[in-house]
T-cell receptor, first 115, second 112 residues
Framework: DAGITQSPRYKITETGRQVTLMCHQTWSHSYMFWYRQDLGHGLRLIYYSAAADITDKGEVPDGYVVSRSKTENFPLTLESATRSQTSVYFC??????????????FGQGTRLTVV | QKEVEQNSGPLSVPEGAIASLNCTYSDRGSQSFFWYRQYSGKSPELIMFIYSNGDKEDGRFTAQLNKASQYVSLLIRDSQPSDSATYLCAVFIYSSASKIIFGSGTRLSIRP
């Protein structure tokens, strides 16, 4: 199916464990983004990528790692999960020049709970 | 200072009235501006975008952009209960590392 998909949809993990959230898009969009959403903070940018093998830190990158070996995939890894990383995580993709603006299309989100 | 600022609300508006949502941004490199609507438990969905100074209308929605004042707003006419949601302002910043930054969102409630 065309679009952007995240997995898993829900995840409970223990403090200190490594966890990876997956994001896959089928449009070949060059830009991909990871956001976290917490009450009162809107969407905060964690990491973003302009193309394969190009990634940059966003507003709140500490404790997270990303990679982008293929254009369509942009996994987010929490190296050692902490309770403060309990949040809803959204992946998005976009493409500069498409219809002359760069709308971000969102995945359905991953609700992560760290206990 | 956050790059994109919004009043968190909640903003309560009677049904049929005009709802006015405001957003300011700090980066003058900002190129495109978006309004997303997000229902509770759902992903954000785009409702309006604007990249030129002035007004842009789409049905009951009007986006207004003033780049000199670094200000973008969203007007919702004839507000309906289904408009009750959180509205997120977003800014596309074009540079060597282009990115999309969101505000914290304004919760809108339309009362019957």
């Amino acid at each position: 199916d065309a679009g952007i998909t995240q997995s898993p949809r829900y995840k409970i993990t223990e403090t200190g464990r490594q966890v990876t959230l997956m994001c896959h898009q089928t449009w070949s969009h060059s830009y991909m983004f990871w956001y976290r959403q917490d009450l009162g903070h809107g969407l905060r940018l964690i990491y973003y990528s302009a193309a394969a093998d190009i990634t940059d830190k966003g507003e709140v990158p500490d404790g997270y790692v990303v990679s982008r070996s293929k254009t369509e995939n942009f996994p987010l890894t929490l190296e050692s999960a902490t309770r403060s990383q309990t949040s809803v995580y959204f992946c998005a993709s976009s493409d500069w020049g498409f219809r002359s603006y760069t709308e971000a299309f969102f995945g359905q989100g991953t609700r992560l709970t760290v206990v | 200072q956050k790059e994109v600022e919004q009043n968190s609300g909640p903003l309560s508006v009677p049904e049929g009235a005009i709802a006015s949502l405001n957003c300011t941004y700090s980066d003058r490199g900002s190129q495109s501006f978006f309004w997303y609507r997000q229902y509770s438990g759902k992903s954000p969905e785009l409702i309006m975008f604007i990249y030129s100074n002035g007004d842009k209308e789409d049905g009951r929605f009007t986006a207004q952009l003033n780049k000199a004042s670094q200000y973008v707003s969203l007007l919702i006419r004839d507000s309906q209960p289904s408009d009750s949601a959180t509205y997120l302002c977003a800014v596309f910043i074009y540079s060597s590392a282009s990115k999309i930054i969101f505000g914290s969102g304004t919760r809108l409630s339309i009362r019957p």
